[in-house]
């Protein structure tokens, strides 16, 4: 059983010399609908002898609806990927995503094709060991990566206590912002950073965090020092990390600018 | 006859319809009054106001449960995070937002706050260590849900909460009196008190809680009017033998209220300080079993976990790390089944009883 949808289009009618014979106006677009509903008779017609058909009364054209397939819940669809894939996998590997974005994403720009037994043989089990070395250690690792690039990390230090910047100080920042970075993944500058110092306030240092031990990100951090004391807290600076800083080292300018 | 009935008619400007059937008998039916003059006064002016509210009031607005801002609807958020249906992580590095929030133990939360409150940080080491305990408040029958409740935890690791309570306890012998004392009760006394509050030399509302031995209870009547409520009751946990731990209780209980959300009523949420962070972490966790036994005591009977997350979270830092309850309390895990079974028993019973009465009206 199939339906019709009908939905406005503004259109203009022209005629044969370029006139416009009918003003743009709606016209109604009609797209068809295809779905399939499941339906079962109430009255079940009576038995017939061998070849010949029911007499169907208006009895037997009542329907009860048993089912309606659009409301099926989406099965996924299995897909061999014929090239690398952020968070989904390297070539090679046989994916399980939901049809939409296996149409739009993945076989219509070619990045993968339909998991049949053919293409089992052709894509899955022939792709060598080399090019099954992914470019990164994990499906999720990309996006991370360009994450933290982008990330500026407010590290929160004390105004009056005297404080050297350690790993831990920024696994704590990161874990304040939404990241789990372990200590050892964690790079500070050569330089030791101490304070509590005004001259830091706001400025800007780069550290590196390793992802499972392989990859490396260059992460910016800027220094802010708050007061347990409300009354001497400095003034709030809205949205600081669309507003540029002052490098830290300021030896390290040129390096600095060249990686913004 | 006929012309009188006419004229009459005309007098008063009756008009009758007349029915004919086909036995040609006429029947008259409804006499509908007609007026050529104007209505009179005050109607016109009720109509109009009439019309008028009709206009203003536009359709009952149905109860939108957004607020307006700029003349669109905001939609409330449904309070209840469901991160448990996110991935989880398999790398060192993870960016928390897309996958399941980590598990933490009480000691490994308690670590975590305490870093963030080190004295080159935040320096603050003894601010509060606060649980928000996310409830799901749905009652034992469908779309029926749990009011909101204030209770009063027994703590075993006392600290100081910022509001001092006051106790006045009514008690006989001077032995329990000196008991009383010792406990910390602000002022203790028998018959000679009851008398001081009946002259009105001491108010009984400056109290925060009355406490009272049973020896004193037949002499108590006569200032139960003065207290309607805070009359000491066994069932409140006012009135009984201990007296020490009666008022332990009422001093250094923590205090806690269950606040359903106004628009999501099936989502509770229970904010309670459970100690300070220089604490030994065994003993705030003490506190916190302690809180989370209190409220699963009065959970409903139904299948389900009532208490649903736990968070810790201390100010002025913004985390909140999850407990992992099954670590935290073991016990809870077991008893949520047998409620479970008990429930199904119960079902059973009513479905027998159902039979019977069926069989016997039957």
Known sequence: MTGYCASRLVTGVLGWNGHCLRAPSTVPLILQIRNTFILQRRTPPGLTKKNKRPKLRSRHYVYDLVEDTNLRKQENLNVILTSYVQGLGVKGDRVSVKPKLAYEKLLLPGLAVYATRENVKMYEESVDKEEKTPAFSSASVERTVGILSRQILAVVMNLETEWTLQPWHLRISFRKAGFIVPEYAIELPEEPIKGPNLDLEGKEFKITVTINKSETVPVRCRIHHWSTNPGDRLPYVQDHWQQTAEPLFPDNQKSFQSDQ | ?362
């Open chain 2, 1 to 362: 006859m006929a012309s009188c009935a006419v004229n009459f008619m005309k007098l008063f400007n009756f008009k009758s319809y007349q029915l004919v059937t086909s036995n040609l008998t006429r029947v008259n039916i409804n006499f509908i009054q007609v007026r050529d003059y104007a209505a009179r006064r005050g109607t016109r002016e009720k109509r109009l106001k009439l019309l008028r509210a009709k206009k203003n009031s536009k359709k009952p607005e149905e109860k939108t449960k957004g607020k307006k801002l700029k003349g669109i609807t905001v939609q409330p958020v449904y309070p209840r995070i469901q991160e448990e249906l996110k991935p989880s992580c398999i790398d060192d590095v993870v960016v928390t937002k897309y996958y399941r929030w980590k598990l933490y133990d009480f000691a490994e939360a308690i670590q975590c706050h305490r870093e963030t409150h080190h004295p080159t940080v935040y320096n603050q080491p003894d601010s509060y260590v606060q649980a928000h305990i996310e409830l799901d408040m749905t009652a034992a029958k469908k779309n029926r849900f749990v009011d909101n409740f204030s209770r009063l935890a027994t703590v075993a690791h006392p600290f100081p909460m910022g509001d001092p309570r006051s106790v006045i306890v009514f008690c006989k012998t001077s032995e329990l009196q000196n008991e009383a004392k010792e406990a910390g009760a602000n002022l203790v006394g028998d018959s000679s008190l009851i008398r001081e509050i009946e002259k009105g030399n001491v108010f009984i509302k400056d109290f925060d809680h009355v406490l009272a031995h049973p020896n004193v209870l037949p002499e108590m009547v006569s200032i139960r009017g003065l207290m309607r409520k805070t009359f000491p009751n066994a069932r409140a946990g006012t009135l009984g033998v201990d007296l020490t731990s009666m008022i332990k209780r009422f001093r250094d209980g923590i205090r806690y209220s269950a606040q359903k959300d106004e628009h999501w009523q099936d989502f509770g949420l229970i904010k309670v300080n459970i100690g300070k962070l220089d604490m030994e972490i065994e003993h705030l966790q003490e506190n916190l079993q302690n809180v989370l036994r209190d409220i699963h005591s009065v959970r409903p009977k139904r299948k389900g976990p009532f208490i649903t997350k736990v968070l810790i979270c201390s100010a002025p830092s913004v985390e909140k790390f999850k407990l992992n309850l099954a670590a935290l309390l073991p016990e809870l895990a077991s008893d949520l089944e047998e409620a479970s079974d008990s429930d199904e028993d119960e079902e059973d019973e009513g479905d027998m009883r159902k039979r019977k009465m069926k069989a016997i009206s039957a």
